[in-house]
């Protein structure tokens, strides 16, 4: 293959020209470019060239003009990644790879090794999520239970796997009570009842909460302070192309892995789906290094990032289906079609490992698996958009008051204490929530209970109905509450006041905290109490024509525990703003696929809501609030200006640029000094201001420590040409030889004029991926707008602080 960059004049008019010349095709691109003439030809059949990128060979080694430049390519920490010239390297590496199996078997096999690394590579991933994901789900069982008592026989095993083994009956099981489980006063040698079991329990699980949630922060503290949080939102921003190193290393998965255990098991009110989905991709960026191909390019590593949140999510509510929507809707920036197909695969091979792992001990990979089918009245459609209104209120309220309090722990002193923080919120949370039988048990076990059928084997105070089961198969009909039922509205009232203040000084603590289990059991307590009235009455006005004569034979029509299913979509869907991945998710999580018209309709109003009452989400917000440069695609540039109103600098204000062929090596390096870009214009003259490209600072400071270290007679005054034509001015015949650094120069450059709409900038930087743009005028340089003016400038606009926006 030949290759050949020129730049000349024909005819008085300017150009530049790129053309590949192969035996089967010729492309030829002409732009507007300066009056030099300049041209430079490559003839090597292994390595093919465009103007400012570094591209892989076929062993993955990268090539250059003349030597390899080590770390040519590769992006500083808390930087954006430019995803054009990723994907240029990657179609390049690919394109020499594909000549050349033609070539010999190995080349054949190297190929083919190319072409399914991706598959192999996802189904690593989704193996190793499943795995993890059955430990902790295991591991974090045993430890919970582990505040209440112990198996003596068997101290691996938690409650319900002791009360296995024995022969009594499912009733004592349900209320805990077998022989095989001994609590903690009669481990002391005290009764099962009375006051001295009641205390010695109360400072057991208190004990037991704090040692738990102390091993959680120190751990995240000592090891990995990235493994504090959900993960979500920065997994968002990682997977928009901005870096952040460290966030998916093996550290990071090890110490959220058990730390995420740990705090589950204090009993806090947090949640472990959240942070799997942080696992999963840390997974996938450790597996990505065993893939050249995705390992050394950022854009394609993100491929599989996309796939690995799929497969948390998977795990997390076993919902593989609801994985792969979440992974497109939630949380991917860019999700070309193999990436759904890779997601598809990685999320169903996660789920079958887990599956085969059987954390839950039944036949299903999740816990609130419901098993009613009853059909719902159309006029319930009225209470569950309710609900939805309710769920949008509560997640707006959540959200304010959680941003408050992170907001106030940042600029604070306490946001020095984490620890102590941590600590004190555990005996607060233990102390209140052990007298409540509902806030005692575990977020998940709750949410089992709320989405419940009432039923012979369920003696629960919410399912003290005043009815008399003749036979245990027959059908169970509407019946009044009784005492208990009230009772228990009472204690879930306050578990939902609880859990709600609770919740929003625990997410954002130094542990690993998710935020979707105490979500959906807000909404399920709401929903368990408006199904509970509804319930009622339909017992004490069967025939209204609300309940469409449904109810007037006496059978049980309206279901309780579907409310509590509904309430739990809508307060999730207004804290997250998920809306189709959502409804997926649910109907997966609970195998309730009759009830989607009902979900669906209670994750409409409580989107509806949510946005009204507050423009983000719970994760939108955190970005927000952590300064993250994300720009995201679901919202509308509504302003009216150019891009010469946004462009930086500002008018009468100097640029910092570079000359083609007219500065020395102390210029440049001046120019480093003297300013923090990451990246400089280049420009024939500084008369003429006509554009040449664009240089990354990372690959200038590369370019000049690597020619320091191999170039000879390298000297302060030594010219710095980005040409490789001579200088307009001939040296003087005692300067040193000039320092030729093309090769790490960008020629094709992003441009647009200083009249370009910022409608149509908002979206070139969306949908392209860019870092920065260049702004000229007449093909004259004028200024340069980076991802982060963007962002600054729509802050701005939105009468919110711009300096926010932290990191580049």
């Not at 570094?54 to 990268?62: A, I, R």
């Not at 500083?76 to 240029?88: N, S």
């Not at 000229?776 to 991802?787: D, E, F, Y």
Request: charged share 15%; hydrophobic share 45%.
């Amino acid at each position: 293959m030949s290759v050949i960059f020129s730049r000349n004049t024909v005819n008085g008019n300017q150009h530049r020209g790129f053309s590949v010349s192969s035996d089967d095709d010729m492309i030829d691109i002409t732009t507007t470019g300066t009056v030099t003439e300049r041209s430079i030809h490559y003839d090597d059949p292994g390595v093919s060239h465009l103007p400012g990128v570094t591209y892989c060979m076929g062993d993955g080694d990268v090539a250059a003009d003349g030597d390899e430049i080590p770390g040519i390519g590769q992006y500083e920490d808390f930087h954006t990644i430019d995803w054009q010239r990723d994907i240029a390297r990657d179609r390049m590496r690919h394109r020499y790879i594909v000549k050349r199996k033609q070539n010999s078997l190995f080349d054949l096999v190297k190929g083919a090794h190319d072409a399914w690394s991706g598959w192999v590579c996802v189904l690593l991933v989704g193996v190793t999520t499943g795995v993890f994901a059955g430990v902790i789900d295991i591991g974090a069982s045993w430890m919970s239970d582990l505040k209440h008592g112990i198996c003596p026989e068997a101290f691996w095993l938690n409650r319900e796997q002791c009360c296995w083994s024995s022969n009594e009956t499912t009733l004592s099981f349900d209320i805990g009570n077998c022989s095989q489980w001994l609590n903690w006063s009669e481990v002391l040698g005290q009764s099962r009842e009375g006051a001295g079991a009641y205390i010695i329990g109360y400072l057991m699980y208190v004990a037991w909460a704090l040692l738990f949630a102390s091993l959680a922060a120190a751990l995240v503290r000592m090891f990995a302070p990235y493994a504090c949080g959900s993960g979500i939102p920065e997994i968002k921003t990682i997977l928009s192309g901005f870096i952040i190193r460290g966030y998916l290393g093996k550290w990071t998965l090890i110490i959220k892995s058990v730390g995420l255990m740990l705090a589950v098991s204090a009993g806090l009110s947090l949640g472990k789906e959240g942070p799997m989905v942080h696992i999963a991709c840390c997974i996938g960026n450790i597996l990505s290094y065993l893939f050249p191909k995705y390992g050394r390019n950022e854009a394609k590593k993100r491929e599989i990032l996309s796939a690995a949140a799929a497969a948390g999510v998977s795990v997390a509510f076993g919902a593989p289906i609801g994985g792969v929507l979440f992974s497109l809707e939630e949380v991917s920036y860019y999700f070309p079609l193999k990436t759904l197909w890779r997601s598809f695969f990685c999320a169903l091979v996660a789920a079958f490992v887990l599956h085969s792992i059987n954390p839950f001990g039944n036949e299903h990979s999740v816990l609130f698996f419901v098993e009613y089918n009853n059909p719902w009245i159309f006029f319930e459609l009225v209470p569950f958009v309710g609900l939805g209104i309710i769920g949008g209120v509560i997640a707006a309220i959540f959200i304010r008051a959680n941003l408050y309090w992170c907001r106030y722990r940042k600029t604070s002193r306490l946001g020095q204490y984490p620890v102590t923080e941590v600590l004190v919120v555990t005996v607060v949370t233990a102390v209140i929530a052990y007298p409540n039988p509902y806030t005692r048990m575990s977020t998940s076990e709750l949410i089992y209970l709320l989405f419940r059928k009432c039923g012979v084997t369920n003696m629960d105070l919410i399912c003290d109905y005043n009815r008399n089961f003749t036979d245990v198969k027959s059908s169970i009909e509407l019946a009044p509450a009784g005492p208990g039922v009230y009772e228990a509205m009472w204690l879930l009232v306050l578990a939902l006041i609880f859990k709600l203040v609770l919740t929003v000084f625990t997410f954002g603590m130094k542990v690993p905290c998710g935020l979707f289990i105490p979500s959906l059991c807000f909404g399920a307590i709401i929903g368990r109490i408006v199904g509970v009235g509804m319930e009622q009455l339909a017992y004490n006005y069967p025939s209204i024509w609300l309940f469409s004569g449904e109810c007037s034979t006496g059978k049980d029509c309206i279901t309780p525990g579907l409310y509590s299913m509904v309430g739990a979509a809508a307060v999730l869907g207004g804290v997250t703003r998920m809306t189709v991945s959502l409804v997926v998710v649910m109907f997966e999580l609970t195998g309730g696929v009759r009830y989607i018209v009902p979900l669906m309709a209670a994750a409409m109003a409580s989107k509806w809501v949510g946005d009204a009452l507050g423009s983000h989400g719970i994760y939108d917000a955190h970005i927000n609030l952590n300064g993250y440069p994300f720009l995201d695609s679901k919202e509308e540039f509504a302003h009216t200006s150019l891009a010469a109103d946004v462009m930086q600098p500002k008018r009468n204000e100097t640029l910092s640029i570079l000359t083609q062929d007219s500065m020395t090596v102390e210029d440049v390096e001046t120019l480093m000094k003297e300013t923090e870009h990451n990246g400089f214009p280049v420009i024939v003259s500084r008369e003429s201001q006509y554009l040449v490209g664009f240089v990354l600072r990372r690959d200038l400071n590369l370019a000049l420590a690597q020619a320091r270290r191999a170039v000879e007679g390298l000297r302060p005054n030594s010219l710095v040409l980005f040409t490789s034509s001579s200088p307009q001015q001939p040296p003087e015949p005692s300067s040193p030889a000039p320092l030729v650094l093309k090769n790490i120069l960008d020629m094709a450059p992003i441009t647009i004029t200083d009249q370009t709409p910022m409608e149509t900038v908002v979206d070139m930087f969306r949908k392209l991926g860019l870092r920065q743009t260049l702004v000229t005028h007449n093909g004259r340089l004028l200024g340069v707008i980076t991802k982060k003016d963007v962002l600054r400038y729509i802050k701005q606009l939105d009468n919110e602080d711009p300096n926010t926006v932290l990191f580049n």
